[in-house]
C-alpha cells in the first residue's frame, strides 16, 4: 500500500483533536491518508478498547481515511523500545507513506512524547536495507509534528475552515469518551465543552494565518520554496 500521509498516534481520537482536518482535506484532494494509533487506550478511565477500536472505525470513515489500524502496544506505559521500534519500522514499509504525522515532542502525556522518539526514530530504521530481508526499505520524505497539547511557535499552519465540522463529527464517534457521565468528569469533558475548546484552539491558530479555523504544525528542517510569489499568508 502506498500512503501519500500516514499519521502516528498515541491514543484512538488523538488524531481526531489535532490534525484530523487536515487528513480530511487532503482526503478531499484525492491523496491516499492513513492513521496508525499505536494503543488502544486500555488504560482509559471510560469505555473498553474494544468500544475504542469501533469507534474509531466509524471516525476512520467519516475523516475519509485509506487506512487506519491499531497496533495494540501497552497504554500509559508505552516506551521507545526496540521491539515497539521494529514493529512500527516494519508497518512503515508495508504503508510506505511519503509524508508521516508525528505528535509534538513535548507534552502533559507521557504515551505522546514517547510516540513522538518512537515514531521519528521507526522512520529512520524502515530505511535501512539490511533491517528485514522480507521487506523493501522505505524511509518517509518529510516528517511533520502536530501539536494541540504543548505551547508552540508553528512553521505553518492549515486552513480546515471547511473541515472542521466533519473533524468534529469523526471526534464524536468516541460516544465513550465524549458523552455527559459522572465518571472522571473532571478529565473528560462532555460535548459542548470538548466543541468550544477545539474550536478555540482551531481558531487561535486559524488567527494567525487570517482564517476561521486552523490546523497548526512544526517541522525541524527548514521549509523549502520554490515560488515566494505564491506564499501564502499575509504580512500586513
Ligand atoms: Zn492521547
Same mark, same amino acid.
Given at each position: 500500500?502506498?500512503?501519500?500521509?500516514?499519521?502516528?498516534?498515541?491514543?484512538?481520537? %488523538?488524531? @481526531?483533536? *489535532?490534525?484530523?482536518?487536515?487528513?480530511?482535506?487532503?482526503?478531499?484532494?484525492?491523496?491516499?491518508?492513513?492513521?496508525?494509533? =499505536?494503543?488502544?487506550?486500555?488504560?482509559?478511565?471510560?469505555?473498553?478498547?474494544?468500544?475504542?477500536? /469501533? @469507534?474509531?472505525?466509524?471516525?476512520?470513515?467519516?475523516?475519509?481515511? *485509506?487506512?487506519? @489500524?491499531? !497496533?495494540?502496544?501497552?497504554?500509559?506505559?508505552?516506551?521507545?523500545? +526496540? *521491539?515497539?521500534?521494529?514493529? =512500527?519500522? !516494519?508497518? +512503515?514499509?508495508?504503508?510506505?507513506?511519503?509524508?508521516?504525522? =508525528?505528535?509534538?515532542?513535548?507534552?502533559?502525556?507521557?504515551?505522546?512524547?514517547?510516540?513522538?522518539?518512537?515514531?521519528? /526514530?521507526?522512520?529512520?530504521?524502515?530505511?535501512?536495507?539490511?533491517?528485514?530481508?522480507?521487506?523493501?526499505?522505505?524511509?518517509?520524505?518529510?516528517?511533520?509534528?502536530?501539536?494541540?497539547?504543548?505551547?508552540?511557535?508553528?512553521?505553518?499552519?492549515? %486552513? +480546515?475552515?471547511?473541515?472542521?465540522?466533519?473533524?468534529?463529527?469523526?471526534? =464524536?464517534?468516541?460516544?465513550?469518551?465524549?458523552?455527559?457521565? *459522572?465518571?472522571?468528569?473532571?478529565?473528560?469533558?462532555?460535548?459542548?465543552?470538548?466543541?468550544?475548546?477545539?474550536?478555540? +484552539?482551531?481558531?487561535?491558530?486559524?488567527?494567525?494565518?487570517?482564517?476561521?479555523?486552523?490546523?497548526?504544525?512544526?517541522?525541524? /528542517?527548514?521549509?523549502?520554496? /520554490? %515560488?515566494?510569489?505564491?506564499?501564502?499568508?499575509?504580512?500586513?
Amino acid at each position: 500500500m502506498n500512503l501519500d500521509i500516514l499519521a502516528i498516534a498515541a491514543h484512538p481520537d %488523538d488524531v @481526531e483533536q *489535532s490534525c484530523g482536518g487536515t487528513l480530511i482535506k487532503l482526503a478531499e484532494k484525492g491523496y491516499r491518508t492513513g492513521v496508525l494509533d =499505536l494503543t488502544a487506550g486500555d488504560m482509559g478511565t471510560r469505555g473498553t478498547p474494544e468500544e475504542r477500536l /469501533e @469507534e474509531a472505525e466509524q471516525a476512520a470513515r467519516v475523516m475519509l481515511l *485509506s487506512h487506519r @489500524e491499531n !497496533l495494540r502496544f501497552p497504554d500509559a506505559r508505552l516506551e521507545n523500545a +526496540i *521491539s515497539a521500534r521494529m514493529s =512500527l519500522a !516494519l508497518k +512503515i514499509r508495508e504503508l510506505k507513506p511519503r509524508v508521516v504525522i =508525528l505528535p509534538y515532542w513535548k507534552g502533559r502525556h507521557p504515551d505522546h512524547y514517547h510516540t513522538s522518539e518512537l515514531g521519528y /526514530e521507526a522512520c529512520f530504521l524502515a530505511g535501512l536495507k539490511k533491517l528485514d530481508p522480507y521487506s523493501e526499505p522505505h524511509r518517509p520524505f518529510k516528517i511533520l509534528y502536530c501539536a494541540v497539547y504543548a505551547n508552540i511557535q508553528p512553521s505553518f499552519v492549515v %486552513d +480546515i475552515s471547511a473541515q472542521f465540522e466533519r473533524r468534529m463529527t469523526a471526534l =464524536l464517534t468516541y460516544r465513550s469518551q465524549f458523552t455527559a457521565c *459522572s465518571e472522571g468528569k473532571e478529565l473528560f469533558p462532555d460535548e459542548p465543552e470538548i466543541r468550544e475548546r477545539l474550536g478555540a +484552539i482551531a481558531r487561535y491558530y486559524g488567527n494567525l494565518v487570517g482564517v476561521r479555523y486552523g490546523e497548526a504544525f512544526v517541522m525541524k /528542517e527548514t521549509m523549502l520554496v /520554490e %515560488d515566494i510569489v505564491a506564499l501564502g499568508g499575509r504580512s500586513i
